[in-house]
């Protein structure tokens, strides 16, 4: 499992960088101050650092170089207010994978780390096949999705049509992730995830739904959705996401080609 550091001085926004990672996987570690952060660093040993510059007891560029001086192949990115073109070339001279302006969209954040992952994972692939659910009443989507995902990559994939069926299957499987439809025969999609979600904390749950509502993405997302999809989706776009959650799991073993 990838372990992720926050080093953020303001509480809210330390949250929320962390909510952005737990949904999809990652285990998570937090800190508010330097001290603090390496600290956890030397006992946790995360692979990626998310650092801001203004900390209370020391710069983020210090901490940088004190965290580089240990762990050269860590991956650290800075995410900073300041615009300063100096600070920002101090930071990639002194090894920052990249630099992130505030105020940013959690996704740019998810995928910069995604990008940089193969470093980290390239050769640490489980034989653990993932478990995944896939419900929609739209029976060809469903169909389709399916059969793309058993050609690209190694997987156990159960289907189904309504959300009743839906409920007990995720209450009686360990599944990696779920792509669930919000609408759906017997129970809603929502309605699914306000049951099961706190008891599947290491599912990732992608929900999907042909309501294009600011609204609805807001409460699927409050409800602990690490994915809002909305219809009609591009099959290869949601491939590529759940590839990108299976690699953070450890679990994405491609078939080669013509396998």
Known sequence: MIKVLVVEDEAYMRDNIQKIFQFVGYTTYAAGNAAEAMDIF?????QAIFLDIRLPDKSGIELLKEIKSVDPHNLVFIVSAYKDPDIIKQAMDAGAM????KPFYGAKLRDMLAHNLKRILENKFTKEKPNILIVDDEEMLVTTLSSLLKHQME????ICFNGTQALQLIQNNP???????????EMSGLDILKKVKKQCPDTAFFVATGHKSLEVAAQATKLGAAEFIAKPYSVKDVIQKIKMVLFVKGKFIPRPPFG
């Not at 990249?98 to 302006?101: A, G, H, K, L, T």
């Not at 599944?175 to 025969?185: N, Y």
């Open 175 to 185: 599944f990696d992730i779920v792509l669930l439809d919000i609408t759906l025969p």
């Open 98 to 101: 990249d630099f992130v302006i």
């Open 155 to 158: 997987s156990n994939i159960t």
């Open 42 to 46: 030397i006992k946790e040993k995360p």
